[in-house]
């Protein structure tokens, strides 16, 4: 069963205009969430991560939102670059799992120029 | 500063052969965690080694094992290798244990196995 769901499997957006990723999780004890981004023939590069004491984290372009009620966080990215285009992997731990992290199975982003 | 290298880029193997994966982390970093990416099951965590022991590991076969030296470079081992066992292999250093330091990636080594 798969714990981290990234239900868009693709996404395109025009360049300028705002992105939204979104990611749902089933389990109750995560408590840190990280988005992730990859380009092709590369290793995946950290964006920005939340705890789940917050609901909102910013880093310049880069905002993550955390829905706990909802299990649901989702990724804006305003605004969109064509050098965003990548895929995009959210991903979930939980303290008590020793931190075993979990990945969604990613959201490939295309951003029009 | 160097990035994380993986060695080698790619690699193919025969089912039932063993294969021997080499990372080497960012100097100072004393963590390297290990993940196999596949496009059916996606990133999937297979273990976490921190000063030369394996502090964590995910749900993988026995047949998926690792070290890591002295000098924190690491090494993972597949042995009998199987169809399935065709993935993009990646790890990660970071200068803590565990996911909330931030981790750096190498470019992954491609295995694939005929």
């Known amino acids: 069963d798969q714990q981290v769901k990234q239900n868009s499997p693709s996404l395109s957006v025009q360049e300028g205009r705002i992105s939204i990723l979104n990611c749902d999780y089933t389990n109750s004890m995560f408590d840190y969430f990280l988005w992730y981004k990859k380009y092709p023939a590369e290793g995946p590069t950290f964006l920005i991560s939340?705890?789940?004491?917050?609901d909102k984290n910013e880093d310049g372009r880069f905002t993550v939102f955390l829905n706990k009620s909802a299990k649901h966080l989702s990724l804006h990215i305003v605004p969109s670059q064509p050098g965003d285009s990548a895929v995009y992997f959210c991903a979930a731990s939980d303290k008590t799992s020793y931190d075993k992290v979990i990945f969604g199975p990613g959201t490939s982003l295309s951003v029009i120029p | 500063k160097a990035g994380v290298t993986q060695t080698p880029r790619y690699l193919i193997k025969t089912r039932g052969q063993q294969v021997t994966l080499s990372c080497s982390p960012i100097s100072g970093h004393r963590s390297v965690s290990w993940y196999q990416q596949t496009p059916g099951q996606g990133l999937q965590f297979l273990f976490e080694?921190?000063?030369?022991?394996?502090?964590n590991k995910g749900n993988f076969p026995g047949r998926f094992s690792g070290r890591q030296f002295s000098n924190s470079r690491s090494e993972m081992n597949v042995s009998t290798l199987e169809l399935g066992d065709s993935a993009l292999y990646l790890c990660?250093?970071?200068?803590?244990?565990?996911?909330?330091?931030?981790?750096?990636f190498g470019p992954g080594t491609r295995l694939t196995v005929t």
């Open positions: 080694y921190f000063s030369e022991t394996q502090r």
């Open positions: 990660a250093s970071s200068l803590g244990l565990g996911i909330r330091y931030e981790q750096y």
């Open positions: 939340i705890s789940s004491i917050k």
